[in-house]
């Protein structure tokens, strides 16, 4: 089934499950850009309900469940109440809702909502140190397998190639629009070489294979450039961005 047809799909069954409980679906993520990928992008959904009592949740049950079984990531469930007492705690994430969406169903919720720029900062710093921490935990339980070493890598660009962008707008800079570009960008303002996130993508992208890859010399460079980074925002950061 394709992407659009279960997307439909979904919001057919939410909206006879929730009925005038439901306040608006929301695609957000890759897939509400250009650079959507079948393979590795997931259909990440948002939804907006007035009510969101156990009696009413138990109603979203076999909608949630059929789009699990499809390989999708749950929907997440907010009241509107919610999403706004949210916005300090989910800075980068309903920064991204902001920056790329796509309105299923119901109401834009997304365009009014504020969220405070100083916790956004303080959650960038803490987020590369938390996934720094976690690359290394991960890296030293595989023992040198470098198979699992390269999935590693697959696994987490995106979330650094996120974290990039968040460093950019925590600096006071409005990032590119592409990854590709964002990763330049901030390669340049942070001091590390972009050039094993590129390989990854290129990879993801099938413009390379993973035979053609040194997975050791690309994993060096990539956690070289990880740790700059972290320290690079860790250092602006906490000088106000100014230097």
């Not at 991960?138 to 699992?148: E, I, N």
């Not at 001091?191 to 997975?215: A, N, Q, W």
Request: charged content about 30%; some cysteine; aromatic content about 6%.
């Amino acid at each position: 089934m394709k992407t659009e047809e279960q997307l439909t799909q979904l919001v057919s069954k939410l909206k006879k499950a929730a009925e005038s409980n439901l306040l608006s679906v929301i695609l957000y993520g890759s897939a509400a850009t250009d650079e959507f990928h079948p393979e590795h992008s997931d259909l990440n959904v948002l939804c907006i309900l007035r009510d969101l009592s156990s009696r009413e949740l138990s109603k979203l049950s076999a909608a949630s469940a059929w789009w699990a079984k499809k390989g999708h990531p749950a929907p997440l469930f907010f009241t509107l109440e919610e999403l706004h007492h949210s916005a300090d705690i989910f800075a980068i994430e309903l920064l991204d809702i902001k920056a790329a969406r796509r309105i299923l169903y119901g109401e834009d919720v997304i365009a009014p909502l504020h969220v405070p720029m100083e916790r956004h900062r303080m959650q960038v710093e803490r987020e590369f140190r938390n996934n720094t921490l976690r690359l290394r935990q991960h890296y030293v339980m595989l023992a040198g397998d470098a198979r699992k070493t390269l999935e590693l890598m697959l696994s987490s660009v995106s979330t650094f190639a996120a974290l990039f962008r968040h460093a950019l707008l925590a600096l006071g800079e409005e990032p590119p629009t592409t990854k590709r570009a964002t990763l330049d960008r901030a390669g340049s303002a942070l001091g590390f070489d972009p050039s094993p996130f590129h390989t990854l993508l290129d990879i993801r992208e099938g413009r390379k294979r993973r035979s053609e890859v040194d997975v050791r010399a690309t994993f060096d460079k990539y956690l070289q450039a990880v740790v700059k980074a972290t320290e690079e925002v860790d250092r602006r950061l906490a000088s106000g961005g100014t230097t």
